[in-house]
């Protein structure tokens, strides 16, 4: 059957339609594209800034990490007097790790002139910043216990360094020797036990470590076969 011409009053109907249509994207247009073009002006402004941002932060570690360096150096040839403002300096506005750093800098420093309090409490300080990196954090707190050690309680060397004790850990050794030495300054040494063993047998600490463990653990009263040597410590 032929299509029927539309009659002239359908043909307006449509044309009323499509203007009607035409108006609401018109609408919705002026409603909601400024607002996308808006948006898309404030994402990309966040992510050139965001840009902006790192690479400041990259240049600013890579100028922290040379003058670090090179305070490190002229510490290492007695220009300490020159070192010393610069790591002052990068321990309060230092980037990052390097405020850890600069303090542990000095804290070695303070140690090397005989000054023990400063240096514990200079490691101290990096070991208890929850801003910083754990491992620096760890090895600061292993450096604290090993400087005041002998003015702590043993109570308290156990508290500190317990969680770093274990096999696997990158501390185990120094930690767990401390620990153990600590069980024996309290007069327990049956504590010391289980961490000596394993410290003798953990193949990847140090020969003289292990020697020293397997002569703290024969001194517990851990025989040799248990340790899994044949007749002496390893030397």
């Excluded at 450096?143 to 508290?159: I, S, T």
């Amino acid at each position: 059957m032929a299509n029927t011409p539309a009659s002239p009053e359908d043909a307006f109907l449509r044309e009323v339609d499509e203007e009607f249509r035409r108006s609401q994207l018109m609408g919705l247009w002026q409603r909601f594209g400024m607002l996308a073009i808006a948006l898309l002006v404030l994402a990309l402004g966040a992510l050139a800034f965001w840009l902006y941002w790192q690479d400041r932060q990259q240049q600013a570690a890579g100028d922290a990490g040379a003058a670090l360096t090179r305070a490190m150096e002229q510490m290492d040839v007695g220009e300490g007097a020159r070192a010393r403002p610069v790591l002052e300096a990068m321990t309060r506005d230092g980037p990052g790790a390097y405020s850890g750093l600069a303090r542990m800098v000095l804290a070695n420093d303070a140690l090397a002139g005989g000054d023990k309090a400063k240096a514990r409490g200079l490691y101290q300080a990096v070991a208890s910043d929850t801003a910083l990196p754990q491992p620096l954090r760890d090895a600061a707190l292993v450096k604290a216990v090993r400087v005041g050690f002998d003015e702590m309680r043993p109570a308290d060397v156990v508290a500190k360094l317990k969680p770093l004790a274990v096999p696997g850990n990158a501390w185990f050794g120094v930690a767990g020797e401390l620990v153990a030495v600590a069980h024996f300054k309290a007069g327990k040494p049956e504590l010391a036990k289980p961490i000596l063993i394993a410290m003798v047998k953990d193949e990847g600490l140090s020969p003289s470590l292990r020697s020293r463990a397997a002569q703290l653990a024969i001194a517990a009263g851990v025989d040799i076969a248990t340790l899994g040597l044949n007749a002496q410590p390893a030397q």
